[in-house]
């Protein structure tokens, strides 16, 4: 059972564009919602990360929208850049006994120049 | 200097095998985590260990041993090799496990592949 469902697969976009990364969740009781970035042959990286009390977050050119009543998170990246080809991961974890993060399935991520 | 380091970063191995991963954070973190991500690129956690104590254990075969000897190692021991155990292994490190919003720091992974 895939506890964060996230979509697409994969993404062509071109530079200057905005990439969209839509993910959902089945859990309410999940609290954190990071979004991870892995470059080929890299370990993931945290990029940027929501807690549900608040509605969207904005870091650079990276913004979470959160959707708390439809369970659904997305990452937006304007102004998108070659250099943001990579797989993006949306995640989850729960406020209940130790941090346990359950990941999307991944978004492969292609800025064409 | 690199925070999580493992080693080694490609592992080719027969089927039947035994073999071991090598994670080590500098970070001065309590927690730390191994998972496995497949070749569709899916990553799931496996193991995680919050000062030297076996937190989480998923639905892992036995074939998998974890150890931690100390708060900033955490070894991963692999008997009798099969060949679904190709994977690329993560070691990852967290402040403490006790909240949900730790960041989670991964080290390079081992390109593990099973012949």
């Known amino acids: 059972q895939q506890q964060v469902k996230q979509s697409p697969q994969s993404l062509i976009v071109q530079k200057g564009g905005i990439s969209i990364i839509n993910c959902a969740y089945e859990?309410?009781?999940?609290?954190?919602f990071p979004w991870y970035q892995q470059f080929p042959g890299k370990g993931p990286a945290l990029l940027i990360a929501?807690?549900?009390?608040?509605s969207e977050k904005k870091e650079g050119r990276f913004t979470i929208s959160f959707n708390k009543s439809a369970k659904q998170f997305s990452l937006h990246i304007m102004d998108s850049q070659p250099g943001d080809s990579a797989t993006y991961f949306c995640?989850?974890?729960?406020?209940?006994?130790?941090?346990?993060?359950?990941f999307g399935t991944g978004t492969r991520l292609l800025v064409s120049p | 200097d690199t925070a999580v380091s493992q080693t080694p970063k490609y592992l080719v191995t027969q089927m039947g095998n035994d073999k071991s991963i090598k994670c080590e954070q500098n970070?001065?973190?309590?927690?730390m985590y191994w998972y496995k991500q497949d070749s569709k690129k899916f990553l799931k956690i496996m193991f995680s260990?919050?000062?030297?104590?076996?937190?989480i254990n998923e639905t892992v075969p036995n074939r998998f041993s974890p150890k931690s000897p100390d708060k900033a190692h955490l070894n991963l021991h692999i008997n009798s090799l099969e060949l679904g155990d190709s994977a690329v292994y993560f070691c990852?490190?967290?402040?403490?496990?006790?909240?949900?919003?730790?960041?989670?720091?991964f080290g390079p992974g081992t390109r593990l592949t099973v012949l």
């Open positions: 990852a490190s967290s402040q403490e496990a006790y909240r949900s919003y730790n960041e989670q720091f």
């Open positions: 859990n309410t009781a999940f609290d954190y």
């Open positions: 929501i807690r549900p009390d608040v």
């Open positions: 995640a989850a974890s729960a406020q209940t006994g130790f941090q346990k993060l359950v």
């Open positions: 970070l001065g973190h309590d927690t």
């Open positions: 260990y919050n000062n030297k104590e076996l937190i």
